[in-house]
């Protein structure tokens, strides 16, 4: 609208110019007419000028017009496409790692309650006891409960450098196993599973149920060896020796006296080391310190009853001839009744000296015989009430470092060993047998300090000796044992479903292969 007004005002100077130049020219001024006429072109320029800016202006509307409905560049449309490709193919992926989560724990749920019907069924109870009786032996328990006057040096030095090379290893295998599976394998993102089929995703699912619940065997079996590790140090640690203030000290003196006939070498062993180490020899008879018989046991004679065990005993061979043999076969158990006789006996008791006399006649092994030479020795002196049993600060600080060895290293251990079957699950190329015999050699490394003490039968009589000996409990508690399994314990089940995350999420690449693990 504009520059159609202004090129009609331009028109109407134009006229009005070359009207006045004509009135000039016919009066004969030519110079005016001149001027006039230089009017007319100016008016001629502006009208072109306007025209000009009415055209540009209609271009540049147009152009807009055309600008704003053409298509984007190319490479824009590919950034946008790549854009909502990408965000389509993350809102699958995550959801089928949902899906897939939730199913594998809901069949998983679904068998372990299954499980839990069938044992409750057949009358199963559950396999964690809140606390056992006796601690169970392991390496470390042995050496913490032993100390160089208990066994020897020789022994001593030599169960500690067992203890510390145990430690090195059950250390160094998860480490190194965790070290080379990093060092093989790196992480290259999320898998995709906006580009599999329907198939690939039920097979895959399927693998991963199958390796998952093999690895929450793992993980339970893990959580039970933490909580029964934890069982056995608060047991051991909270255990002592009768003292002779104790009230009932004959009682659980009498009961050791019994203890010589039962049929484990081990508590034969405690037995009569408890009785060397707690019967007075001046007063020797033990009376029992409750009326009636049946609880509190009849009047017992130490003395009497270790003679008997250094007897002799005969037996009819397949000839049907009688042969003469110990009535004691273990060699630990006859030292020890030997030296109880040579502590409680005294020079007017022949009948302990004559029994100590006839077991050298027919005693074997020079190492007992010489136990009997000493015992008898001893008897020509007055007996001496042996001093009260007490721990010493060394022996009570041995004991605790080799319990919080014992408990630490199975609880690091255990957890290593856990992120180490995931990630061998994550990376697994070969077929399921391949983890289950990586499963089996966790475990034997997991129980490494256990299996080590089975190849030692005689280390383990004087632990169970020892054990036995342990007959009541201290007033303080050691609760800084459960306050460390219950950090423990949920660290190994958070442990469990991060795998269970990692297995359908995280994808894989070998590093030198360059082979993609699905």
């Known amino acids: 609208m504009n520059s159609e007004m202004h090129s009609v005002m331009a028109n109407m100077v134009a006229h009005k110019n070359i009207e006045d130049s004509a009135k000039h020219l016919l009066d004969g001024d030519i110079e005016a007419s001149a001027k006039h006429l230089l009017g007319i072109d100016e008016a001629e320029k502006e009208k072109g000028k306007g025209k000009g800016k009415g055209k540009e202006k209609a271009e540049g509307k147009a152009g807009e017009d055309a600008e704003k409905h053409s298509p984007p560049p190319s490479h824009v449309k590919r950034e946008m496409d790549w854009k909502v490709a990408h965000s389509r193919a993350a809102i699958v992926t995550s959801v089928m790692i949902l899906i897939t989560v939730v199913l594998v724990l809901a069949i998983i749920y679904i068998s372990e309650t299954t499980r839990d019907v069938v044992h409750s069924m057949l009358g199963n109870r559950h396999i964690m006891n809140p606390l056992v009786d006796r601690p169970e032996p392991n390496l470390y328990r042995a050496i913490a409960v032993f100390m160089p006057e208990d066994i020897g040096w020789k022994k001593w030095f030599t169960y500690s450098c067992q203890g510390v090379v145990c430690v090195i290893m059950q250390l160094y295998i998860p480490l190194t196993l965790l070290y080379q599976n990093m060092v093989e394998f790196e992480v290259v993102g999320v898998k995709q599973y906006d580009s599999i089929s329907w198939a690939w995703w039920y097979a895959?699912?399927?693998?991963t149920l199958g390796l998952f619940n093999l690895a929450a065997l793992f993980c339970s079996a893990t959580v039970h060896e933490i909580v029964e590790e934890a069982d056995n140090d608060?047991?051991?640690?909270?255990?002592?020796?009768v003292r002779f203030e104790d009230k009932d000290r004959s009682d659980v003196l009498i009961k050791f006296c019994n203890d010589l006939d039962d049929e484990k070498p081990?508590?034969?062993l405690a037995a009569a080391d408890m009785l060397r180490k707690n019967v007075d020899p001046q007063s020797y008879m033990l009376m029992p310190s409750k009326s009636d018989p049946e609880k509190g046991g009849v009047e017992t004679d130490p003395i009497e009853r270790l003679i008997d065990q250094l007897g002799m005993i005969t037996w009819e061979d397949e000839e049907g001839a009688d042969t003469p043999e110990l009535?004691?076969?273990d060699e630990d158990v006859r030292k020890a009744v030997i030296q109880a006789l040579g502590v409680l006996a005294n020079p007017d008791h022949e009948r302990g000296k004559n029994a100590l006399e006839a077991?050298?006649?027919h005693e074997t092994v020079e190492e007992v015989r010489l136990e009997v030479d000493k015992a008898?020795?001893?008897i020509q002196t007055a007996g001496v009430k042996p001093p009260a049993f007490q721990r010493s600060p060394a022996r009570s600080a041995w004991q605790h470092m080799w319990v919080s060895i014992s408990l630490l290293i199975t609880i690091v251990v255990a957890t290593f060993l856990e992120v180490v079957v995931f990630l061998?699950?994550?990376?697994?190329?070969?077929s399921v047998e391949e983890v289950t015999l990586i499963i089996m050699a966790m475990f034997f490394v997991n129980d490494l300090d256990e299996k080590v003490m089975k190849g030692q039968p005689h280390l383990r009589k004087l632990y169970w000796a020892n054990c036995y000996e342990q007959s009541h409990f201290r007033k303080h508690k050691p609760n800084w044992i459960l306050h460390l399994v219950k950090g423990a314990v949920p660290i190994i089940k958070i442990i469990q479903y991060l795998g269970l995350i990692g297995m359908v999420s995280i994808a894989w690449k070998d590093r030198y292969t360059g082979e993609m693990v699905d």
């Open 266 to 268: 081990a508590k034969r």
């Open 234 to 241: 608060f047991c051991l640690l909270r255990s002592r020796h």
């Open 359 to 361: 077991h050298k006649e």
């Open 376 to 378: 008898l020795l001893a």
């Open 424 to 430: 061998k699950i994550m990376v697994l190329t070969a």
């Open 327 to 329: 009535a004691e076969a």
């Open 204 to 207: 895959n699912m399927m693998r």
